[in-house]
């Protein structure tokens, strides 16, 4: 498997085509409709918000998803199209229409993706436009452009991509993703379109991703919010003709949980307002869900995310948030770490030196561990610090 490279993202994968063009649903200069293309019919895999007032291109694409192939993805920012009544149902299909006309494929075959502002209708004839505009700037090279189309509120572009060596052959993923607020974990709380040139069936990618997404994208929290929007789609168009086999299907997956769990950091790195990470780690839990619901509670405290914030190693709230979160627990058997430096252990405070810890955490990357003594299960839940700069962003989104 070679290294990860953040330079090139779903172009990366023989067979792929994409774009990023301004159409004029965000101020000019902003570009906000991207197109990515495979040129040939491709295995498609889905993962989508579990919030009940999704979207009208969410209902859409799960339909796309469900067929199991798809030859393009179409999405455009600045723009929900959620909560627009049948308009919104009538303009996303539209969408994929546009597209499928262009590529002469039925438009069950094309993924349609918003993300932006709630209960504005699109305005389709700038999308149209914007739709015409792509194919004609459909390039094979550099994506930078169609990772830069599907921002909202994120500070920078996420890409990555790799080649993965398999016993059946290499093949190549490659992978953008958007999403800095309304981020929890309740599916995937972004955007991110996902390609590879590999051969792979639609139920085999549909078993890949679901575990990769809950291992990655579902384990990050910047506000506990779920968005309306959120999709993850996977294409595999087999244009490297290796066929993932049970003994690819290993290191396939591996490689493709590496452009995820970098796409989903990068994701609570660019959190609105945020100037800090913290992975947390719980350890030694009776079972998986246990592990797994206490590092999240600890993650979406608004308390740990302040402490965070402050640099400060207030190790209690870590063990607050510990006891309130529905998993009983015994804390006389844990263990605690701030960066490394054990501050609880046999239910009471260790002796450490606070000054050096609070020097340790003036980083931009913290590490809580906590050892439960329960069991053999552990999880990791990614966070970003809470800031007033959070506030001050979701305070004037629409105005």
């Known amino acids: 498997m070679t290294e990860l490279n953040t330079q090139l993202g779903v172009n990366f994968p023989r067979g792929f085509r994409s774009a990023g063009v301004y159409c004029g649903i965000k101020k000019p200069g902003l570009l906000d409709l991207a197109l990515i293309v495979s040129e040939r019919e491709a295995s498609v895999a889905g993962m989508f918000t579990t919030n009940y007032a999704c979207a009208a291109p969410v209902r859409w694409s799960r339909q796309v998803v469900a067929g199991g192939v798809a030859r393009a993805i179409v999405a455009n920012s600045g723009n929900a199209n959620c909560l627009t009544g049948e308009r919104g149902e009538r303009d996303a299909r539209r969408m994929a229409e546009l597209v499928a006309r262009r590529l002469g494929c039925p438009p069950i075959q094309v993924v349609v993706a918003s993300t932006g502002v709630i209960g504005v209708p699109l305005p389709m004839n700038a999308i149209e ?203 006389n058997r844990a263990r605690l770490y701030l960066q490394g430096t054990l501050v609880f252990e046999n239910g009471c405070p260790t002796e450490y030196n606070e000054q050096a810890l609070v020097e340790e955490m003036q980083t931009d990357e913290i590490v809580l561990e906590l050892h439960l003594g329960e069991g053999d299960s552990a999880a990791r839940f990614w966070s970003s610090d809470l800031t007033a700069e959070y506030v001050q962003i979701n305070a004037h989104y629409r105005t």
């Not at 052959?169 to 995937?188: E, F, S």
């Not at 600890?298 to 302040?306: F, H, R």
């Open 129 to 331: 436009a914007g739709i015409s505009l792509a194919f004609e700037r459909l390039s094979d090279g550099d994506d930078r452009t169609t990772a830069d189309a599907i921002l909202t509120t994120d500070r920078a572009s996420k890409r990555a991509s790799l080649t993965v060596d398999t016993p059946a052959g290499a093949v190549r993923i490659g992978a953008i993703a958007k999403g800095a607020g309304m981020i929890a974990p309740k599916m995937a709380t972004m955007l991110a379109f996902i390609t590879t040139d590999a051969i792979i069936d639609p139920a085999a990618l549909q078993a890949c991703l679901t575990r990769v997404v809950d291992a990655t994208f579902n384990c990050i929290t910047v506000d506990g919010d779920t968005s309306t929007n959120d999709m993850v789609i996977a294409l595999a168009n087999g244009a490297s003709g290796v066929q993932i086999t049970d003994e690819a299907l290993q290191p396939f997956e591996q490689g493709l949980y590496r452009v995820c769990e970098y796409l989903a950091t990068r994701i609570v790195k660019d959190g609105e307002g945020a100037s800090r990470i913290f992975e947390v780690r719980v350890l030694g839990a009776a079972n998986a869900d246990a592990a797994r619901q206490i590092a999240r509670t600890i993650a979406e405290s608004q308390l740990v995310k302040t402490a965070i914030h402050g640099g400060d190693p207030n190790w209690g709230r870590v063990l607050a948030a510990t006891g309130r979160s529905g998993v009983p627990v015994d804390l």
